[in-house]
């Protein structure tokens, strides 16, 4: 069954650049059929689509984020990653990754989410 | 982008009785393949969401049958057909027809 995990540092500083991995388990980020997706959800708030990545590196981002944006792949590792650039406090937020087949935009499995809080 | 529209935004359902939550598109979520992607997610309390529906109508894997999708273009209803204290928990809807995919406000149900 495959499982995703998201990790990182859980305070980061304003104007400082937040960076969390996805460890896929039970499964190849390699397979052709899928991309690997962050999103996230601010505390109490509704769901925001950050981007998604295929093995081969090709990517797409949210335009909302995307200056601030990076999402990269470690097929080797069998892992992804988010890097998001100046943050400030709006971007506290509980961070999912996530899987969704080629051809349609369906979530599925998610992690189970890490928190991550911008403060100084 | 597509901006999704739920209501209402929270409903007590007493167990055993029906519970209905509607989702409007700002556009129409129906592709040039004939498919209309919009999907449903169920988030319940501490966990990440989970899909329920997907393409309107479709249950996804191991999804009980009292819950049912419906809708087409820009108007969508997702029905729970008697609901139990395991369906609480906030439902999404969220279309994928055009990036960036976006997800409606969500809909808090409780049990009376």
């Known amino acids: 069954q495959l499982q995703l995990q998201e990790s990182g540092p859980g305070l980061v500083k304003p104007s400082e650049t937040l960076s969390l991995t996805c460890t896929v388990s039970?499964?190849?980020?390699?397979?052709?059929?899928?991309?690997w997706d962050w999103i996230r959800q601010p505390p109490g708030k509704g769901l925001e689509w950050i981007g998604s990545i295929y093995y081969s590196g090709i990517t797409f981002y949210n335009p909302s984020l995307k200056s601030r944006v990076t999402i990269s792949v470690d097929t080797s590792k069998n892992q992804f990653s988010l890097k998001l650039s100046s943050v400030t406090a709006t971007d506290t937020a509980v961070y999912y990754c996530?899987?969704?087949?080629?051809?349609?935009?369906?979530?599925?499995?998610w992690g189970q989410g890490t928190l991550v809080t911008v403060s100084s | 982008d597509i901006v999704m529209t739920q209501t209402p935004l929270s409903l007590s359902v007493t167990p055993g009785q029906p519970a209905s939550i509607s989702c409007k598109s700002s556009q129409s979520l129906l592709h040039s393949d004939g498919k209309t992607y919009l999907y449903w997610y169920l988030q319940k309390p501490g966990q990440s969401p989970q899909l329920l529906v997907y393409e309107v109508s479709s249950r996804f894997s191991g999804v009980p049958d009292r819950f049912s999708g419906s809708g087409s273009g820009t108007d969508f209803t997702l029905k729970i057909s008697r609901v139990g204290a395991e369906d609480v928990g906030v439902y999404y809807c969220m279309q994928g027809v055009h990036l960036p995919p976006t997800f409606g406000q969500g809909s808090k149900l409780e049990i009376k």
């Open positions: 039970g499964g190849s980020i390699s397979s052709s059929n899928y991309y």
């Open positions: 996530a899987r969704h087949p080629s051809a349609v935009l369906r979530f599925d499995p």
